[in-house]
């Protein structure tokens, strides 16, 4: 599967931004899909996934001010942003596991798929 991110962006802090991640080749209903982040000499880190509306997780980091969420019909992950901060900036990626029905991993490793990551600066 292809993943295309996109929405990136420079907001101020306690802006709002919204992500997409968009996939072709296949569907990915039902596979766990993960927003990962990575920040200028930082590692790799988990923001938010999902499998269904009913099965999610965030970091706690993000917790209450991010939403992640799907629409099958469009095979687009969406990540929704609020109340932004400058610690958010990061490239953004999106990654899908090849199981489905499988769990949300916070670990990058279980990835396989991956998209081309998206920009997200907060200024304060």
């Known amino acids: 599967v292809q993943l295309q991110a996109s929405g990136g962006g420079s907001v101020q802090a306690g802006g709002s931004l919204r992500l997409s991640c968009a996939a072709s080749g296949r569907t990915f209903s039902g596979f766990p899909t993960a927003w990962f982040r990575q920040a200028p000499g930082k590692e790799r880190e988990f923001v938010a996934g999902?499998?269904?509306?009913?099965?999610?997780l965030y970091a706690d980091s993000v917790k209450g001010r991010f939403t992640i969420s799907r629409d099958n019909a469009k095979n687009t992950v969406f990540l929704q942003m609020n109340s932004l901060e400058p610690e958010d900036t990061a490239v953004y990626y999106c990654?899908?596991?090849?199981?489905?029905?499988?769990?949300?991993?916070?670990?990058?490793?279980?990835?396989?798929?991956w998209g081309q990551g998206t920009q997200v600066t907060v200024s304060s």
């Open positions: 990654a899908v596991r090849s199981i489905t029905n499988g769990i949300v991993r916070r670990d990058a490793n279980a990835y396989g798929d």
């Open positions: 999902i499998r269904e509306a009913t099965y999610t």
